[in-house]
């Protein structure tokens, strides 16, 4: 199981990334589309300076990997990057990338005022910019809360109170972007507008299912499909009108009513001189974990890379697939989907509605919610995992599930339904040994879950 998340996450490191669609020979700078004509080229010899901007939890390896690329050809930049997740040589809060590109350390999920400090050095350098400037924007999963800088009159409790509701909720991250976009200065397209007339060259690790550009960090460098319409009809539809601050309402409703400009949208010339790639994603990741298992001789199956969903609902079903791979070729079925050993590999993010007071994330409540169901099925195995090495507010990345995991933890005394219920997974699975502990991996693609059926 560890070879294949390990293979899963070396596919989507963030410099390897970078390197595969930023290449530079006789200072022309090629940034590598996914098709033949979304490539571009830039002589660097017709801008004055090259700026790298951007944020999210692989910010630190992308950042190193363009000042390695460019060398001397590098101006200046800023990063913002989750807290723990800066260059190993840094020293205190923030810390540099060959001595030219900031890399601040900042709060997520819940933003605070370093991102906001970090945000706004972006915007002041990007006030600075002339047609003869270069950007790059280096993007990955959590910049939407590491790029924080909200509109006037919005501040940054009033935003750590939003998210925090949001979170508890069970809102999805596109809704969660739908708001943060129009409270921001920086997110939806509003970062290129900041930006403009420069020419912005985005680079953007995925970490939404299907890799829609306007919900990956918020989309500071994209057209932003949503309205202040949109985000108020979130608001009402979650019931939380009366739970945020009156600084974020109001702004909301002076939005809705046309009083405040909208974000970019579709068509807008300023979005003409930007070039986003995605230069990872979930379904680079999973195709890496398939092909190890595949290597390691297990019959494996690609299930999708869109999972979406209530985890605990989702672990279920996980576990209803295993089973019926179990049964099919424990009878020898006609037909049957896969041959003992087999592994199904799935990507994609779920969400938890917080009902009780325990500690976990959305990987380690999938898993226990399967080992429920996978209870006395000795052959089965699940592991659910959060690619950037943290899932939820734990320093576990997520959790092993079996069918004896529910039978040995009440040898020691624990009811996995109760636990379930409290929404307490992490203590639940720490007390079995079964957290998966990484550490921060430096890049953040979504999350990955196996199923192994053994003989």
Not at 247 to 255: D, F, N, V, Y
Request: net charge negative; proline share 5%.
């Amino acid at each position: 199981m560890w070879q294949i998340m390990r293979a899963a996450l070396e596919a989507v490191e963030p410099g390897a990334a970078v390197r595969r669609h930023l290449q530079l020979a006789d200072d022309r700078l090629t940034v590598v589309g996914h098709r033949p004509g979304d490539t571009r080229t830039y002589a660097l010899d017709e801008f004055g300076r090259v700026f790298v901007v951007g944020g999210g939890k692989a910010g630190a390896p992308m950042a190193a990997a363009v000042a390695g690329i460019l060398g001397k050809r590098l101006t200046r930049g800023v990063m913002v990057v989750k807290y723990g997740h800066a260059p190993a040589n840094s020293t205190g809060a923030a810390g540099a990338v060959e001595s030219s590109i900031t890399i601040v350390e900042a709060g997520h999920p819940i933003p605070d005022q370093a991102g906001l400090d970090g945000a706004q050095r972006i915007a002041d350098l990007l006030r600075q910019t002339t047609e003869r400037d270069l950007v790059l924007c280096l993007i990955s999963g959590g910049g939407s809360a590491l790029m924080t800088l909200p509109v006037p009159g919005v501040s940054v409790s009033d935003l750590q109170g939003l998210t925090q509701t949001l979170l508890a909720c069970g809102a999805t991250i596109n809704e969660i972007n739908t708001i943060r976009k129009h409270i921001s200065q920086l997110k939806g397209g509003q970062l290129a507008r900041l930006a403009s007339p420069s020419p912005v060259v985005s680079l953007i690790l995925s970490d939404v299912v299907g890799d829609p550009l306007d919900v990956i960090a918020s989309g500071p460098t994209v057209a932003d499909p949503t309205s202040y319409a949109d985000a108020w009809s979130v608001l009402t539809h979650y019931g939380m009108t009366d739970r945020v601050a009156a600084s974020i309402t109001s702004h909301l409703k002076a939005g809705v009513d046309g009083a405040i400009p909208d974000t970019p949208k579709p068509g807008d010339a300023i979005l003409d001189q930007v070039q986003n790639v995605v230069v990872g994603s979930n379904r680079v990741a999973v195709r890496a974990a398939a092909e190890r298992a595949q290597g390691l001789g297990l019959d494996t199956m690609v299930l999708t890379t869109f999972v979406e969903g209530e985890a605990s609902q989702v672990g279920k079903v996980m576990a209803g697939l295993a089973k019926g791979i179990a049964c099919s070729e424990a009878v020898h079925l006609p037909g049957a989907p896969l041959a003992r050993p087999a592994c199904l590999v799935v990507g994609g993010e779920t969400t938890v509605t917080l009902r009780g007071e325990g500690m976990g994330g959305r990987n380690q409540e999938m898993a226990l919610a399967a080992a429920l169901a996978l209870d006395g099925w000795d052959t089965l195995l699940m592991a659910c995992l959060a690619t950037d090495g943290t899932d939820g507010p734990t320093d576990a990345a997520g959790a092993f599930a079996d069918g004896t995991t529910v039978q040995r933890a009440a040898a020691l005394g624990l009811d996995a339904a109760d636990y379930l219920a409290r929404n307490d997974s992490y203590h639940f699975f720490q007390q079995l040994d079964d957290l998966i502990i990484t550490g921060p991996t430096q890049t953040n693609v979504n999350d990955l879950t196996l199923v192994l059926v053994r003989e």
